[in-house]
């Protein structure tokens, strides 16, 4: 579905991306683990389109999308949650939802669609009028994660979701991935929390100094010690 290869970026003469070269498959849930500063932020940036300079190849669906500006990518079902959440902390959870639409191509009614979400963010429906600020940080995430998910995205790259989430938000958010993938969602996860990543991920890429450096299927990783420690202890 997705096919990154030999991916390059740039941020002005700091070449931080080299050769980065990755798959996703639909159905499937890919997990990008590394150190902070591997590039795994800048590597879902750049496939979304919010890096100037970077170069290779980026298809989506057999389609080449890094020429393409963000908001095709975005049209053609691609979706992207920043770490930093960008929710509108004045609005109301239901506002908020509405704002994932403006621009897309899902021209479902709006009331249906924030139904259906609702029913994958059972936490989401109970609030849908409480002003987001209101709400705690886990709840602010799942919500910035609903919005990009109102749209019906093909493939979702989630950037960090559990930083600074309290653990029972954060294992209720992991359901939540499960949930999505059975409905045929498809995820690029950047995850610290390796194991929780990996015990819900089908395979994924280690990436250090900005190459992927080792690719497994997520169960090979999880019981292997060394790599986890080579690569991904802080
Ligand atoms: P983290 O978990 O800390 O976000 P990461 O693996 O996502 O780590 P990136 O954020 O992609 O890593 O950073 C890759 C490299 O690019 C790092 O060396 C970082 O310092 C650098 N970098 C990131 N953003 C910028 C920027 N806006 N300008 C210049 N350099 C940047």
Redesign the pocket.
Known sequence: MLRVEKLNAW??S?H??QDISLDVNNGEIVC?I????????????SIIGLIDKTAGRVEFEGREVLSKPAHARFGAGLAYVP?ERRIVPGLSVRENLRLGLVASPNKKKEAELIDRTATIFPRLAERLDQVAITMSGGEQQMLAIARAMISDPKLIML??PSEGIMPVLVDEMFELFRNMKAQGTTILL?E?NVELALSIADRAYV?DQ?TVVHHASASELLADAEIQERYCSV
């Open positions: 941020y002005g700091s931080v991306l990008l590394g150190r902070n500063g591997a590039g795994k932020t800048t590597t879902l940036k770490e950037d960090e950047v610290q990436v900005g």
